[in-house]
């Protein structure tokens, strides 16, 4: 029983990095995208 509830707590935590790495990467490229944008809007 404890065994099994720390194995979800893990997987939890495992699946809540991996979306917040995900989400990182997006903000990234959506910021890489809003500075070509302000680049080829400036030039």
Partial sequence: MYTR???RVR????QRSVHETRRRQR???NREQLVAVVHAIVR
């Fill in 11 to 14: 997987r939890f935590v495992h």
């Fill in 27 to 29: 903000e990234a490229a």
């Fill in 5 to 7: 509830r720390m194995q």
